[in-house]
């Protein structure tokens, strides 16, 4: 029966909290953790709440040029409203997410600190190629996890028990985004599979991520690499229709499914080599259409 | 038939009043089982099994009674009465004595004072397990000699054949094959199960509970508690849905058991994961049917092997058998029928009630199977149904003879004839309106790969009960003055369930009585049995019960009428065409005759009657002929659908109803039935399933266990005919079923249109309509 | 642990509350306020809807501790003395309310869209704002014409 509630004012506070707790659970939007309580499955001897720190729950793009820092406490619903122009694909993740009320809940730190590899916003801080995850502690001040190193299996990551998720930089590239998600039902469903692109045509590369069809979400990193190199940047021709099939497999080749009780494996793969067919299909256009407004 | 100004009385048959119990619920005040609260109450909680099939060896309560805050620990030892209950067969353990049948048989339960305290003390209890290997095929249980038995009775609950002319014989130009399955739904009502019991001063204990049927929840209690029926009273608490998963006991008898033992009173409330475990969910079935037709479509014989999973007990799976068989070949005319359906136990979780009750399974495979006949013949889905649907007069399989109208040609056509939906919706900007899409705001298609599709599905459902069962229903109704104005008392045990009965009964005693003011009495056991909230029976049967006992009390007030007429020296004779209006007792030819307030003074007028409707008799066991149900009712469906073939995602884009009551009592509550049963037979379709492996529930949670939102319901159009059934109380026919029965067809019927794809499972998943199952069905096209 | 926060424009002390409860519970179990309810406890049904600090949030996934200084309204606090907001008249007119355990949520959720949009919201706007609430019984489509019914009445921002 015993449990601990710490609710920290300001993050040094969290810190301390947490390096004299290291046992203690983060809480923020409830969304996994209360779950978990409500459900039997875990009783932690202290509930971290963080969501008393005002500074968690902001956004800046003026700590280094080309880049955005997110806190941890950012909104679903604040990710939609405020960076929905910066970042569409960010924007379609996470109005993907749950229902109205728990996207007015739950926050990208979660996202993150949960770890599953169905969290909905996590293929598209992949695909934004160098995104990193802002941890600290008192021990150690704050310092990046590349996105792609973060997750080590499902519902685990890199975080240290004395450590804290405070915020996420990703960079802001301007270019086309997309993502798409398999539910089986029109809302409110966890992520049968879901996949994440984004064209960077600054540096012509591409950004992939994969959700809910392995371990971790994962990179395609091959697929990646095929398309930046056949894509046609400098002319914005027509996007040629085997390659985004090739990309397709490439994608579908990157996962790594299981059988569960949300879909098969072998579904997924297809699912995804559709998903970034079309997704590719969308990016494309979007790029095409920039390029001749350029011009 | 005396004279009634039905039409003039405002809140009566026909009108919409507002529900008595609305402003309740709109502002959180109306009170749910699960609101109840008492000063020193106790919390409830079960220990249940993990294993679907298990010995057990040992129970070890010793560090649960410990637990600071515990006030009990029970197990089956504790158990006074009957160690076992049921609805037909007592064959389910109070508490599991010295096995468990299914995952989350209920062995121990704790009182204790704090919800959190109660869990602890569970987890406390050491239960030692010889596990066994679970039976789970219910085919191999119902055929195979050699598969271990659930009980020792064998593992058949019911075989029911159905034998018409000679079906095994019979050849036909035509012929087509199939073998369907329907997974197991759940009923997902939204209040989980929930109850108070209060022990009382006589050594009994009232009970209040969300339920179906209060009777037969005393019966069933008062026996396993070991006390007569009277004390344990039980008075309906808020139910929050019910839809068949309250017809079995969950947590009453323990709730009692524990109070007794405390001497406080004991709060259950399961959450949503214990709901899937604490009630019965729907059959899944295995259907393999033949029907063989003329070259024009025309239906020669059908033969069907139907085997629904009853679990590991027995609950309603004898009458669900019977429903099953008796409606098997559908709602069409078949000269030859041999069909045979099984109820069998296994040690999957136990199903009895849900909403369409046998028909529902059958429904789906008999549909399919028109469907497929349609296209053997080249013939439009409609026509190949028209051809051989039933008429009044015709002679259903178990040679019942439909003696009431059954308009299907009409229902058919009329849903044919509705204009078809819009194209999909484009936004403002020209680019499509992902809600409009399969897959919706998770951005799958922007049109690629969707296909649009149509199809059709009708039904049959039996009304009431069946079988010879002594369908019965009790009304108390009490007229009387007060503050000078007549106001009506109408007393049932009937449950409301979400459904409008309470706003039924009053507009029954208006009608009747001609008085506006009608209060419903909360529904307990301190008045004759209602019957059960199932069945779409109550307007039929509760409804037929009020309405009897407000004709005894007009009687009385007709006869208190001539002595008022007397005392004031207005003669002796009473005019023949007496009726009751707007709370004054008028004759058609000599106008008002009195004021109910003239005639009443301090005297209440109270009278209770049973109703039952007409007998109906048993399914010969061989043959399964006799005229088992009482009365048919009928809805066809069209579903409209747009299907992202390359990712098998689906969105309904509409679906349109015709059904025929009889005659309609309330419109916006019949409305609501249809449109609500119509999503329940969506969610068969698409997305409901209790996904069961080895014995064991992998989904019991709304995370997983998927039931449409409003994202998934498309708009609905329905239509209503009235052609009254001469038998039933107004002409009327029960409602709440039939278009559970038919959405669910009409709606697969258009994925398989738009995909080509055969189809043969509910609920379809995407992963069958791109061809990436993992173990793929023979005929998935 | 001890909890204050102000619900329905009252503020409320409660005591003994365990830490690991969600707002639900406190607001059912200790401050009498039954009205929001527990389906699923875990933030799928929507029927714990309620405003925190006046966003809608479902109550079950909120840690009561969360809610320590809070502002929290429930269905409880929607009506003005007997009468009833237009959206809690509609849902009863429009038969939007069968067994009316999801009636709450819906109401609550329902009560924001239109406190947030200008006349009567368009289909897939309520559909979009109401996909966190589960409905068991009505199919839904009376749901919607209530919502619609109230914002005709002028029910949208005061």
């Given amino acids: ?295 | 038939m005396t004279t009634r100004l039905e039409s003039g009385v405002r809140g009566g048959i026909g009108d919409s009043p507002v529900r008595p119990d609305g402003n309740l619920k709109v502002t959180g005040e109306f009170a749910y089982s699960s609101d109840l609260w008492m000063d020193g109450m106790l919390w409830g909680a079960t220990l249940r099994s993990p294993h679907p099939r298990a010995r057990i060896t040992s129970v070890d309560l010793t560090e649960a009674v410990k637990l600071p805050g515990v006030h009990a620990v029970l197990t089956h030892e504790d158990v006074p009465g009957a160690r076992c209950y049921g609805l037909d067969h007592r064959d389910q353990p109070v508490l599991a004595i010295d096995r468990v049948r299914y995952q989350g048989e209920a062995i121990a339960i704790v009182a204790a004072d704090h919800p959190e305290t109660a869990r602890r003390a569970c987890e406390r209890i050491v239960v030692g397990y010889e596990v066994e290997e679970p039976v789970t095929d219910a085919r191999r249980a119902a055929l195979d000699p050699a598969c271990p038995k659930v009980h020792e009775s064998g593992n058949i609950v019911r075989h029911q054949p159905v034998r018409v002319g000679d079906a095994s014989a019979a050849t036909a130009d035509v012929v087509v094959t199939g073998e369907y399955e329907v997974g197991m739904q759940d009923q997902a009502f939204l209040g989980p199960e929930s109850g108070l019991a209060v022990p009382a001063e006589d050594g009994g204990v009232d009970l209040f509970v969300a339920t179906q049927w209060l009777h037969v929840d005393q019966e069933q209690i008062a026996a396993c508690l070991g006390l007569p029926a009277e004390r344990v009273r039980l008075t309906l608490a808020g139910v929050g849905g019910a839809f068949g998963a309250r017809e079995d006991l969950s947590m009453q008898i323990h709730a009692c058991l524990l109070a007794l033992r405390t001497g406080r009173p004991v709060k259950f409330v399961y959450g949503r994961e214990e709901s899937f475990f604490g009630h019965v969910h729907r059959h899944p079935a295995v259907l393999r049917y033949e029907h063989g037709a003329t070259s024009d479509g025309r239906l020669v014989y059908v033969r069907a092997e139907i085997i629904l999973d009853g679990g590991a007990y027995a609950s309603s799976t004898p009458a669900v058998v019977g429903n099953a068989a008796s409606l098997g070949a559908g709602p069409y005319n078949v000269p030859n029928v041999a069909i045979d359906a099984y109820g069998v136990y296994t040690n999957n979780p136990p199903c009895g009630a849900m909403r369409g009750f046998g028909a529902v399974q059958a429904c789906f495979a008999y549909e399919s199977q028109m469907d497929r006949l349609a296209e053997a013949c080249g013939l439009d889905p409609v026509e190949v149904r028209i051809r051989n649907a039933l008429s009044e007069g015709s002679t259903i399989a178990t040679g019942q003879v439909v003696d009431m109208p059954a308009p299907l040609t009409d229902l058919l056509e009329r849903v044919r004839a509705f204009p078809p939906p819009a194209a999909r919706i484009t936004g403002e900007d020209g680019r499509p309106d992902l809600l409009g899409l399969p897959g919706g705001v998770a951005n799958t298609t922007h049109g690629e790969g969707v296909v649009r599709g149509v199809g059709y599905g009708i039904g049959i459902k039996n009304i009431c009960y069946s079988e010879g069962f002594d369908d019965h229903s009790t009304a108390r109704v009490r007229l009387e003055l007060v503050g000078g104005e007549p106001a009506v008392l109408v007393h049932t045990a009937a449950a409301e369930v979400g459904q409008g009965l309470v706003t039924l009964q009053a507009q029954i005693a208006r009608t009747e009585l001609g008085v506006d003011r009608v209060t419903v009495a909360p529904a307990d056991t301190a008045v004759g049995s209602a019957g059960s909230s199932s069945a779409s029976r109550q307007s039929y049967m509760t409804g037929g019960a009020v309405r009897a006992a407000c004709a005894a009390v007009r009687a009385r007030v007709f006869a208190l009428a001539g002595r008022h007429l007397a005392a004031e020296g207005r003669g002796g004779r009473v005019p023949a065409d007496l009726a009751l209006a707007d709370g004054k007792v008028v004759s058609e030819s000599e106008g008002v005759i009195a004021t109910l307030a003239e005639i009443l003074h301090a005297e209440a007028v109270e009278e209770t009657r049973e109703f039952r409707h007409r007998p109906t008799r048993p399914m010969d066991p061989l043959t399964g002929q006799g005229d088992s149900h009482t009365q048919f009712a009928f809805c066809v469906h069209r579903a409209v659908v747009d299907v992202d073939v390359e990712l098998g995602l689906v969105k309904v884009v509409e679906l349109a109803a015709v059904q025929d009551v009889g005659r309609i009592l309330n419109p916006v509550a019949l409305r609501g039935q249809i449109l609500g049963g119509s999503a329940q037979g969506l969610g068969l379709a698409l997305m409901e399933e209790i996904q069961v492996r080895d014995g064991v529930i992998r989904n019991p949670s709304f995370t997983d266990y998927l039931i449409p939102t409003i994202l998934d319901m498309p708009p609905m159009r329905t239509q209503v005919l009235e052609h009254p059934d001469p038998h039933a109380p107004y002409g009327l026919r029960g409602a709440g079923e039939p278009p559970t029965l038919s959405s669910t067809p009409a709606v697969i019927a258009a994925v398989r249109a738009a995909t080509g794809r055969s189809l043969t499972r509910v609920p379809v998943r995407p992963e069958h309509i791109t061809g990436h199952a993992m173990d793929k069905p023979s005929d998935l096209g | 642990m001890r909890v204050t926060f102000t619900v329905n424009g009252e503020e409320r002390v409660v005591d003994d509350v365990w830490e690991g409860e969600s707002l639900l519970y406190v607001l059912r179990e200790r401050c009498g306020l039954p009205g929001s309810k527990n389906a699923c406890e875990q933030g799928e049904c929507g029927s714990c809807t309620v405003y925190l600090d006046g966003t809608p949030v479902c109550a079950c996934l909120v840690a009561a501790g969360q809610a320590e200084g809070g502002t929290v309204r429930t269905v409880e606090g929607l009506a003005e003395g007997h009468r009833l907001d237009p959206l809690q008249e509609a849902f009863v007119e429009c038969g939007a309310v069968q067994c009316g355990f999801c009636t709450p949520g819906l109401i609550v959720a329902a009560h924001d869209l239109l406190a947030r949009t200008d006349g009567v919201p368009a289909d897939t706007e309520i559909r979009e704002a109401l996909a966190g609430n589960l409905c068991r019984c009505t199919g839904y489509e009376q749901i919607i014409e209530a919502v619609r019914l109230a914002a005709g009445r002028g029910a949208g921002p005061s």
């Avoid at chain 1, 080599?273 to 079309?278: I, K, L, P």
């Fill in chain 1, 1 to 295: 029966m015993s449990m601990e509630f710490l609710r920290p004012a300001t993050w040094a506070e969290a810190l301390a909290m947490k390096a004299e707790r290291p046992d203690a659970r983060p809480i923020a939007g409830g969304t996994d953790v209360m779950v978990e309580l409500n459900f039997d499955r875990t009783r932690p001897p202290a509930l971290l709440d963080l969501t008393a720190i005002p500074e968690l729950a902001t956004w800046n793009t003026d700590i280094v040029p080309g880049w955005i820092r997110i806190g941890a406490g950012m909104t679903y619903t604040r990710i939609i409203e405020e960076l929905g122009g910066m970042f569409p694909g960010l924007a379609i993740a996470a109005r993907t997410v749950g229902s109205p009320q728990i996207r007015n809940r739950g926050t990208i730190g979660g996202n993150l600190g949960s770890a599953s590899p169905a969290g909905d916003l996590l293929p598209v801080l992949l695909a934004n190629r160098g995104a990193e995850v802002w941890v600290e502690s008192v021990r150690k001040k704050a310092g990046p996890y590349p996105v792609y190193d973060f997750f080590t299996g499902p519902k685990r990551n890199l975080l240290a028990p004395d450590e804290l998720i405070r915020e996420v930089r990703m960079r802001v590239t301007h270019g086309p985004e997309q993502f798409a998600k398999i539910g089986t039902r029109n809302a409110m469903v966890i992520a049968v599979c879901s996949f994440a692109l984004t064209l960077d045509p600054g540096e012509r590369e591409v950004g992939t991520g994969i959700g809910s069809a392995g371990p971790t979400p994962l990179l395609a990193f091959d697929a990646g690499e095929y398309l930046a190199g056949e894509l046609d940047w400098e002319g914005a021709g027509p996007l040629d229709d085997r390659v985004a099939r090739r990309f397709g497999e490439l994608v579908a080749a990157a996962a790594n499914p299981i059988d569960d009780v949300r879909g098969t494996a072998e579904y997924r793969r297809h699912a995804l080599s559709v998903m970034a067919r079309r997704t590719l299909g969308w990016a494309w256009a979007d790029y095409r259409k920039g390029a001749a407004e350029c011009a």
